[in-house]
């Protein structure tokens, strides 16, 4: 009986410890969703603006 007490007790310990990971994990989840909108909308800002365009890689500036 003893040894089952035990894994239960384990068992609860790791569900409470999974549970705290997932809660961090959205937390993260949330702040990064939002991060990703706000880039989102300022570029969209930036195009309806007509603003320069980004060079990423081996694309060639305009004067060349």
């Given at each position: 009986m003893e040894h089952i007490e035990e894994k239960i007790a384990h068992l609860i310990r790791t569900v409470e410890d999974l549970s705290d990971v997932v809660a961090r994990q959205d937390a993260e989840i949330q702040t990064l969703k939002r991060?990703?909108?706000?880039?989102?909308?300022?570029?969209?800002?930036?195009e309806s603006a007509g603003g320069d365009s980004v060079t990423f890689g081996n694309d060639r500036p305009p004067h060349y």
């Open positions: 991060r990703v909108k706000l880039l989102l909308e300022r570029e969209a800002g930036r």
